[in-house]
Structures are given as structure tokens and as C-alpha cells.
């Protein structure tokens, strides 16, 4: 009987992305794809499946504008509902992980999403990383929440690496993964 339930389960899951996938399909200027393999999360006898939706942009006018969205279901125990997170911008997502912290500097489990955009103008050639810090909470249910008013370092927000045009020197983004943002988040360096 396990196995059906299972079996129901991730057939259900599918369901749910597919429906994500069509959310905007009734817009002419976006749908979605996915933008990097679902993740779960668990805690305490709970789970929730992270989803990374990509816009498929039909009008590159809008380079400026969010490229993705997050969002997660409570897998364990099974709820039908797509929660939205917050959205992603960037050409690609680099790397997601879990971040379980230190209980003096940061309590409590985080996912980290770090997302990869090429740059090019007349100063700065090469890619930017940018992290957003997700916090899964555990009140009643699993959750994974962003808050814009919990500002994470400057360092994690904006990190280059490629060739400063105007110098001709490398620059080599420290925080582009997750030993060095972990290592960075334990030790603030």
C-alpha cells in the first residue's frame, strides 16, 4: 500500500509542476520551463519540494525583469498547494544548497540559491554571482520564506569574476559557491 502512496505522490507532484508550467500560458509574453531540478527539504518529520520556474522570455526587451520565480509544496504531509517564494534573476542558477548555520551567528536551516549572469559593457567583462538566502521555517508546517527586509552581506549580493576592462586585471568572485559562502556565513570572511 506504501508503494501506491508513493507512486500517488509523485504523481500528483507532477501534476502540480505541470500546472505550474501552464500558470502564465494564457500570457503571450512568458511561460515557463525549469530552471534547475526541484530540491527537497525536510525537517522534523516534514517535507517540501522546492521549484525553480524559468521564464521563456519571447521579448529580450525585458532583460531587466525578474527571470524565474520559486516556489515549493509540503510533500510531507502531502499538500496539493504551489506556495510562490520570491523571484530569481539571472542567466542560469549556479549552485542551491542547504545551509544549517551556527546557532551563535545564524539559527535555523536556510536554502541559498546562487544564480550565474554574463556581463558585458564597456568596463567589465565576464559573469556576476548574486546569492538569496531562503529561510525554512517550521511553524505547524514547512515553509521556505523570503524576507526582503533581512539584508544578507553586500559580498553575497553582488560578486564578480572575469576581466576589469578599464585595468586589464582579473577579478575573481570569492563567494560563487557553496564552501566559500558557507565558509564566508561561518567566519564572515
Known amino acids: 500500500m506504501k508503494k501506491y502512496f508513493t507512486a500517488f505522490k509523485y504523481a500528483a507532484l507532477m ?5 505550474a508550467k501552464l500558470v502564465n500560458a494564457d500570457n503571450e509574453t512568458k511561460n515557463h520551463r525549469q530552471f534547475h531540478p526541484p530540491v527537497n527539504i ?21 532583460s531587466a525583469a525578474a527571470t524565474g520565480e520559486i516556489h515549493y509544496i509540503q510533500t510531507e504531509p502531502f499538500l496539493p498547494e504551489l ?12 549552485s542551491v544548497f542547504l545551509y544549517g ?13 546562487i544564480t550565474k549572469s554574463s556581463i558585458e559593457n564597456d568596463s567589465f567583462k565576464g559573469s556576476v554571482y548574486s546569492a538569496l538566502e531562503l529561510p525554512v521555517i ?19 549580493k553582488t560578486c564578480y569574476e572575469g576581466i576589469d576592462l578599464d585595468t ?12 566559500s559562502i558557507a565558509r564566508f556565513l561561518n567566519t564572515g570572511r
Open 168 to 179: 586589464g586585471q582579473a577579478v575573481t568572485c570569492l563567494y560563487k559557491d557553496e564552501a
Open 83 to 94: 506556495n510562490y517564494v520570491w523571484k530569481t534573476n539571472g542567466d542560469e542558477i549556479a
Open 101 to 113: 548555520g551556527h546557532p551563535e551567528n545564524r539559527p535555523g536551516k536556510s536554502l541559498f540559491v
Open 42 to 62: 525536510q525537517e522534523n518529520g516534514y517535507s517540501i519540494t522546492a521549484l525553480f520556474l524559468r521564464y521563456q522570455q519571447k521579448d529580450s526587451r525585458e
Open 15 to 19: 501534476v502540480l509542476m505541470l500546472q
Open 138 to 156: 517550521l511553524q505547524g508546517r514547512l515553509a521556505l520564506e523570503f524576507f526582503p527586509g533581512d539584508p544578507l552581506d553586500e559580498a553575497l
